[in-house]
Every structure is written in structure tokens, then in C-alpha cells.
């Protein structure tokens, strides 16, 4: 009942990584088509190996899996296949982060990267009238200079890149660490997000906030852990993108009954649900209500409050956001 709740309300996605979003499946047929060597016999042996102790586990095989984007078609493909999930899940606009250094550093051509991206964007916004945007990440665990390359080689396509982000393994490399290049990227207009406490620790998450000056913080699991950090997010309303599946299977929660997801909705933290890699984690945004409902018996009144959040907290104009939110009532009304 509530699930179909979940299925049938329009929805954004904040926090989706798009190479996160390559299927065991789709990986396995872009290796044979552009004869990449993957070390799995078959597409089972992908899925077997998807267990994970944490989030470097997860990393490692995550960059592996990218090896098999190498042209036009495979980043369109890979996009593509994500944007006709959002249509079987009613998720009507998401923001959606890429990681350029992942492929710039194989050879890939940034210019490769975006028109495959830009090429499924646009389709699914014509064909299946799903709006989006783009943030660029940083990769942590590289130096700030290869993120300052990065910054200067996306400027051909600053029209098409909306803001950007910061992930990879978070422990050792804290936000200080690329304080400089989120300030160009202000200075350059872009929004900026990211990860933070989600293994790191609370000070991370005020690093993100003072240090790189940040509009969102992804994950932000841990700024539970800091009571006057919980009421300096609430009184600022700064969105967390929580990803519940991705918290079960990196460890950073160890059953989903344990899930802080209602702590943060009654501390007035304007939290999302989001699927982060739903490749990789059992599940795409439905899936991740879904499994909400299962394990904290989530309510009909924060499933409407975590969807309108994922709208307000989005960075639709006003408009658009209000017209969402009419949209969401009207759904939620119809179902009461
Ligand atoms: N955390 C950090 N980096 C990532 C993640 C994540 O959950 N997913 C893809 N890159
Ligand atoms: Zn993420």
C-alpha cells in the first residue's frame, strides 16, 4: 500500500553516481564490444563479487567496472539505461554526478564523456520528459592540481554542468584538502555539494559547510554524532542526500532497522533518499522507500515529507520546485 505510494508519487534523485548505475549485465556486454578484459567469467560472477566491508571495498571494484567505458555510445548507453529506470520509477528530475578523472586518467576524452551523458539528457528529456543536471566530482584520493586540471577542462562545457561535487574514499582526505578549487568553482558559478560524513567523521562535515562552501551535503550520516552541527544544518535547512541501501552494504549502518533516517526527519533535517549506486546496492529509488518501509516502517507522512524534500532541496528554480510539490499533493491526496 504504501509502497505503491512510493511507485505512483513523482520524485527527483539528488545523489546518483551515473557510473554507479552500470549493471552487471550492460558492464559485460560493453567489455565484449570494446574487448576489455574484466576478471569475471560471466555476469553472476559480478554480482557474486558485490560484497563489501567498506566503502574502499566498494571503490575498488566500482573504478574496475568503469574500465569499460571507453566511447560515445557507452557513456549514452550507461545513461540511457539509468534515465528509462527513472521513468519506470516516476523520478521525474535528478541530479546526477559523474567522476571525469575515472575516465580521463584511461585515455577517455572528456569530450567523449559528455556527449555520451549530454546525448541520453537530452533524449529523456524530449522522450520521457525527465529534466536534469550534471555535477562534475572531484576524486579525493587524487591532489587538488589534477582537480584544478579537471575544473579547466570541463570550462568547454560549462553550460552543460550545473555544479560540482567531491567523492571517493573519504578517510584522509578531508574537504580542506580542495578548498581552493571549490572556491574557483564558485567564483565560476558552479553549485557545489559534497560527500561528507559518511565514514569521515563531524568535522568533515563542518569543513564542507565553512571550507568549500557547499549547497548540500551527500550522505552526512555522522553529523548525527555533533548535536550543535545537527542545529546549525537544521536552522540553515542544508539538504543531506541519504542513500539507506548504500549505508546497509558499506557498513556505515549495520542493519537497516538501524537506519537514523526518521531521527533526522524528527531533528528537522531536511533529509532526501537517494540510491547513490543502485547497480551496486541492490536497488534503485523505489527500492530504497522500499526498504524503508520494511525496516523502520516508514509513515505515509515522511514518505511525502522525504519526496517534497528531494524537490526543494534540488536546484530547480522556484517555480518549477512549486509545481513539483502541487504535483506530489496531488498524489498523496488522491491516496489517503
Ligand atoms: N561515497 C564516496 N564516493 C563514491 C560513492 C560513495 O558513496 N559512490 C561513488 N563514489
Ligand atoms: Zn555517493
Given at each position: 500500500m504504501l509502497k505503491n505510494l512510493v511507485n505512483a508519487l513523482p520524485k527527483a534523485e539528488l545523489h546518483i553516481h551515473i557510473e554507479g548505475s552500470l549493471e552487471p549485465e550492460t558492464m559485460f556486454r560493453l567489455a565484449q564490444r570494446n574487448q576489455v578484459k574484466l576478471p569475471y567469467p560471466d555476469v553472476q560472477s559480478i554480482h557474486d563479487a558485490?560484497?563489501?566491508?567498506c566503502l574502499q571495498d566498494f571503490l575498488d571494484l566500482y573504478y574496475q567496472g568503469m574500465s569499460?567505458?571507453?566511447r560515445e555510445e557507452d557513456f549514452h548507453d550507461l545513461t540511457w539505461e539509468y534515465l528509462c529506470k527513472c521513468h519506470e520509477q516516476n523520478v521525474v528530475h535528478t541530479e546526477i554526478f559523474f567522476d571525469p578523472q575515472g575516465h580521463t586518467s584511461r585515455g577517455v576524452a572528456f569530450e567523449t564523456i559528455m556527449q555520451g551523458i549530454c546525448s541520453a539528457l537530452d533524449r529523456a528529456e524530449s522522450e520521457l520528459g525527465i529534466s536534469s543536471h550534471l555535477i562534475m566530482c572531484f576524486?579525493?584520493?587524487?591532489d587538488q592540481q589534477d582537480a584544478f586540471r579537471t575544473l579547466e577542462a570541463s570550462l568547454p562545457w560549462r553550460e552543460r554542468i550545473l555544479g560540482v561535487g567531491l567523492d571517493s574514499s573519504e578517510r584522509g582526505h578531508p574537504p580542506s584538502k580542495f578548498r581552493d578549487v571549490f572556491e574557483r568553482s564558485a567564483q565560476l558559478g558552479f553549485k557545489r555539494v559534497a560527500h561528507a560524513g559518511e565514514e569521515g567523521p563531524p568535522a568533515y562535515v563542518h569543513e564542507a559547510l565553512n571550507?568549500?562552501?557547499?549547497?548540500r551535503i551527500d550522505h552526512?550520516?555522522?553529523?548525527?554524532?555533533?548535536p550543535s552541527l545537527v542545529q546549525h544544518l537544521v536552522e540553515s535547512g542544508m539538504p543531506l542526500t541519504v542513500c539507506p541501501q548504500s549505508n546497509l552494504r558499506l557498513a556505515?549502518?549495520?542493519?537497516?532497522?538501524?537506519?537514523p533516517i526518521r531521527d533526522m526527519l524528527q531533528a528537522g533535517l531536511k533529509a532526501t533518499v537517494n540510491s547513490d549506486d543502485p547497480a551496486y546496492f541492490g536497488g534503485y529509488l523505489n527500492e530504497n522507500f522500499h526498504a524503508l518501509i520494511d525496516a523502520v516502517d516508514l509513515n505515509k507522512e515522511e514518505i511525502v515529507r522525504l519526496v517534497k524534500n528531494s524537490f526543494e532541496a534540488s536546484f530547480l528554480s522556484a517555480e518549477q520546485i512549486s509545481g513539483h510539490l502541487a504535483a506530489v499533493d496531488k498524489i498523496a491526496g488522491a491516496s489517503s
Open positions: 558485490y560484497q563489501f566491508r569499460v567505458l571507453l576524486l579525493r584520493h587524487l571550507l568549500l562552501t557547499v549547497n552526512g550520516n555522522r553529523a548525527l554524532e555533533d556505515v549502518i549495520k542493519d537497516m532497522c538501524d537506519h
